[in-house]
């Protein structure tokens, strides 16, 4: 049973505009959230990350925003920039497991000039 | 900057063989990872290790084993390969946080 989910495969915005990608959770244990970024033939990279205990954090153009009564977080993008093209994974960790990180199935975004 | 580099970017191998996935990192973590990345199915954690000699399953272990002899490197192992291990795998690693993942750049292992 999938612990984390992003349900939308894909998502294709304008440049300028806001992206907007969702990602849903089902572990209560879950106490730590990150947003990694991946180019094709690349390993994925950190982007940002937010704590149980925070329910916004803001880097830049990226912002996180955690809803932990309803088991979900998204991340922003504003404004959107072609070079943000990339599949956007979502991963969240538990203290008591350690610091292995369950990951989405990504989103893929598509930023058009 | 950590690096964490894997050995080969691309191999392809025949079915039934030994194959062998290399990972080493140069900052001293001692937490690493292997990970396989699948179209629709994200990354799936394979096996992790949190020292030397230490090894735990992860959520997708079957066909596979991991060799951590030194600190630096985290070898994952496919005892025989079978086309629905082709994927592309990629390797972690982190001091103890789980923010602090750094990723290699991929295997993209073809099995034919």
């Known amino acids: 049973d999938q612990q984390v989910k992003q349900n939308s495969p894909s998502l294709s915005v304008q440049e300028g505009r806001i992206s907007i990608l969702n990602c849903d959770y089902t572990n209560s244990m879950f106490d730590y959230f990150l947003w990694y970024k991946k180019y094709p033939a690349e390993g994925p990279t950190f982007l940002i990350s937010i704590s149980s205990i925070k329910d916004k954090n803001e880097d830049g153009r990226f912002t996180v925003f955690l809803n932990k009564s309803a088991k979900h977080l998204s991340l922003h993008i504003v404004p959107s920039q072609p070079g943000d093209s990339a599949v956007y994974f979502c991963a969240a960790s538990a203290r008591e497991a350690g610091t292995a990180l369950i990951f989405g199935k990504g989103t893929t975004l598509s930023v058009s000039s | 900057d950590v690096k964490v580099t894997q050995s080969s970017r691309y191999l392809v191998k025949r079915t039934g063989e030994k194959v062998f996935l290399e990972c080493v990192q140069d900052?001293?973590?001692?937490?690493m990872f292997w990970y396989r990345q699948d179209p629709g199915l994200g990354l799936r954690l394979i096996y992790f290790s949190y020292d030397v000699k230490m090894k735990e399953k992860g959520d997708i272990p079957e066909g596979y084993s991991v060799s951590r002899e030194k600190k630096e490197r985290f070898s994952l192992i496919l005892e025989s390969a079978s086309t629905n291990q082709t994927s592309m795998y990629l390797c972690?690693?982190?001091?103890?946080?789980?923010?602090?993942?750094?990723f290699g750049s991929g295997t993209r292992l073809t099995v034919v």
């Open positions: 900052m001293d973590h001692e937490n």
């Open positions: 972690a690693s982190t001091p103890g946080t789980p923010g602090g993942y750094t």
